[in-house]
């Protein structure tokens, strides 16, 4: 071989890598780097904050290995310099291609094809607060230049679909005008910072994590270092109060605890710190130990980013999120090496004493509750499915506007509160949500259904969630009464959006073999919870048509009904006392036909 071209890519790779980590670079300085290979000079690569993510990707290729071909995109252009892209795409009524998907995401577009020929776009909203005024133009724009609806999302935020390609411009430009800021609300970014949904109001709360969530939000916006991570990143804060934020299922979560007097820290209220959730993948997030003041959490956030961005997989997209940094090195190597970079040092303690959390009212979010506030109430409104048409919006907004503070707040479980309720005008809000065609009060079969997106409107969905989701509902309040919440997570597929694993009933969506057609259907998973229950569900029935599910369903809640306990023993408890052939035994002695 007397020439670099005589070279095979790997081999070039290789040699860069060794030149790179042996000091050799300037004798092989004629050989054609990885970044050249790419189209891309050397003096081309970003030195601003960003250039942590290329230093990353040099670390990898110096080890001799691969970056997958995300990170080779990211590369060749920084995804959030891709707005004249979008524009030009938009000009041309044409959707992303390659790549580009992946860049245009960015931007909170997510081009659908083929379960629809349009986009997505995914908002944000810190801790799910949003104004009256920010949901009445989201209905607008939704009105305007998308599908006349909005989906209320697992994260307290909101997604507009069935936008056109020559409208996705407008979408945007008619957000940052609302004051919502979208920037990284899809890809390879940290996704919307959930909080308690009744920060403020909640009577039993520990500390109000509105400020933290909207601190940590405009942190975000403006490090451009925090965009590219090596995969997406999700980050929770729960003030200890009555309804959950499912911190333990994010990659980094703060859950508020009190400290009482005696122990080898001052009494007070901290966060516990707890890392790598990803429920999807059967794992909630580890308790490290650290106790943090609320005023060291950013900072130990933006720092537990850094080992990430500097560490995470790059070549590998399927093992590339925290939880799987976290396997490699285990936890106390992570938390060192975090520590490291930060001004002052972790406080640790063990977390039995620490005083319990309060109790979580499991339908919490459901209904009219009063505040801490005297005379004032919230209210928990009901979403079929977790979808608003344009006229519930702009009627939420009126009704939020006319006897509240204007104030909406989007919670994990699809469903949204209006605050600050007079006690005297509950009945006419009442009487104002049934005219809109929604519920202020529900069954605890619809009050505690979850469905992500399904067939309808994603690629990857085997199963018409939301569909499937309203005619469980249907049949089974028709049918049967319970006594106890009952949670039902239906997810289209293995990314678990809807987090299946979680659920009193999990249903993740799949296709069924019925005779010679192939329809859908969902594996059906019993048992999950979070928070001091937290447990993965387990599996008792694979493949069950969409069509058989209801009946199904309704038989699994009459065993239990038949056979718990206790009056109050929950649907949980019932079915982790049980082996899953007895259960399966006592729904469907016989299989479950085809």
């Known amino acids: 071989m007397d020439t670099i071209e005589d070279f095979t890519p790997e081999q070039k790779q290789y040699l860069h890598g060794f030149a790179a980590g042996s000091g050799?670079?300037?004798?092989?300085?004629?050989?054609?780097?990885f970044t050249e290979a790419l189209g891309i000079k050397p003096e081309q690569l970003p030195g601003g904050p960003e250039a942590v993510h290329f230093q990353a990707q040099d670390r990898a290729i110096a080890e001799g290995k691969k970056l997958c071909s995300e990170e080779q995109a990211k590369r060749r252009k920084f995804p959030l310099d891709m707005w004249d892209d979008v524009r030009q795409h938009a000009a041309d009524a044409r959707a992303p291609r390659g790549t580009d998907v992946l860049a245009f995401k960015y931007h909170g577009l997510f081009w659908v094809a083929p379960a629809q020929d349009a986009f997505m776009c995914r908002l944000r909203f810190a801790g799910g607060m949003m104004t009256s005024q920010q949901l009445s133009g989201v209905a607008r724009l939704a009105d305007d230049f998308a599908g006349g609806y909005a989906d209320v999302t697992t994260r307290a935020n909101l997604q507009l679909r069935e936008i056109?390609?020559?409208?996705?411009?407008?979408?945007?430009?008619?957000?940052?005008?609302?004051?919502?800021?979208?920037?990284g609300a899809g890809a390879d970014n940290i996704r919307n910072i959930t909080a308690s949904p009744t920060a403020g109001?909640?009577?039993?709360?520990?500390?109000d994590t509105r400020p933290l969530a909207r601190e940590l939000h405009h942190y975000i916006l403006n490090h451009r270092e925090l965009y590219g991570l090596p995969r997406k990143f999700n980050i929770a804060f729960d003030g200890g109060g009555s309804i959950s934020a499912l911190e333990d299922t994010n990659d980094i979560g703060f859950a508020a605890v009190r400290v009482g007097q005696g122990q080898s820290i001052p009494a007070g209220v901290y966060f516990?710190?707890?890392?790598?959730?990803?429920?999807?993948?059967?794992?909630?997030?580890?308790?490290?130990?650290?106790?943090?003041?609320?005023?060291?959490?950013?900072?130990?956030?933006?720092?537990?980013?850094?080992?990430?961005?500097?560490n995470g997989d790059r070549t590998d997209r399927t093992k590339a999120r925290l939880k799987y940094l976290l396997d490699q090195w285990g936890l106390a190597r992570f938390i060192t090496e975090a520590e490291a970079k930060l001004p002052f040092k972790f406080r640790r303690l063990p977390i039995e004493r620490c005083d319990p959390r309060p109790a979580v009212a499991k339908h919490g979010h459901i209904g009219f509750h009063p505040q801490k506030q005297p005379g004032l109430h919230y209210a928990g409104v009901v979403l079929p499915v977790a979808r608003m048409r344009v006229e519930q919006m702009l009627g939420l907004a009126k009704i939020a506007d006319r006897y509240g503070s204007g104030t909406i707040r989007l919670t994990v479980w699809q469903n949204l509160l209006i605050s600050d309720i007079?006690?005297?005008?509950?009945?006419?809000?009442?009487?104002?949500?049934?005219?809109?065609?929604?519920?202020?009060?529900?069954?605890?079969?619809?009050?505690?259904?979850?469905a992500c997106t399904g067939s309808a409107?994603?690629?990857?969905?085997?199963?018409?969630?939301?569909?499937?989701?309203?005619?469980?509902?249907?049949?089974?309040e028709s049918r049967i009464e319970l006594d106890q919440p009952i949670?039902?997570?239906?997810?289209?597929?293995?990314?678990?959006?809807?987090?299946?694993?979680?659920?009193?009933?999990?249903?993740?969506?799949?296709?069924?073999?019925?005779?010679?057609?192939?329809?859908?259907?969902y594996h059906v998973f019993v048992g999950g919870a979070y928070g001091a229950q937290q447990e993965i569900a387990r599996q008792i029935f694979t493949g069950v048509a969409a069509t058989q599910l209801p009946a199904l369903i309704?038989?699994?809640?009459?065993?239990?009904?038949?056979?718990?306990?206790?009056?109050?023993?929950?649907?949980?408890?019932?079915?982790?006392?049980?082996?899953?052939?007895?259960?399966?035994?006592?729904?469907?002695?016989?299989?479950?036909?085809?």
């Open 164 to 183: 056109k390609p020559e409208n996705t411009t407008r979408v945007i430009e008619g957000l940052h005008d609302l004051g919502i800021i979208n920037r």
């Open 554 to 594: 309704e038989r699994m809640l009459r065993a239990y009904l038949n056979g718990r306990a206790s009056p109050t023993e929950s649907f949980r408890d019932f079915t982790r006392r049980l082996e899953p052939q007895t259960l399966r035994d006592l729904i469907e002695p016989q299989e479950v036909p085809a």
């Open 487 to 521: 949670n039902i997570h239906l997810t289209g597929c293995p990314h678990s959006c809807a987090q299946h694993y979680i659920g009193d009933i999990g249903l993740l969506g799949t296709k069924v073999p019925v005779g010679e057609e192939i329809v859908e259907g």
């Open 457 to 476: 409107g994603c690629k990857f969905a085997a199963a018409d969630t939301k569909k499937h989701g309203l005619a469980l509902a249907d049949y089974l």
């Open 201 to 207: 109001i909640d009577p039993h709360e520990l500390i």
């Open 24 to 33: 050799l670079a300037h004798s092989l300085r004629r050989m054609p780097t």
């Open 272 to 310: 516990r710190l707890a890392l790598g959730g990803i429920t999807g993948h059967k794992d909630f997030a580890r308790d490290t130990g650290v106790l943090l003041k609320p005023d060291e959490c950013i900072p130990a956030a933006a720092a537990i980013l850094r080992v990430f961005i500097d």
């Open 422 to 450: 007079p006690s005297e005008q509950i009945d006419q809000v009442k009487h104002d949500l049934e005219a809109l065609g929604l519920h202020w009060s529900a069954s605890t079969v619809r009050g505690g259904l979850v």
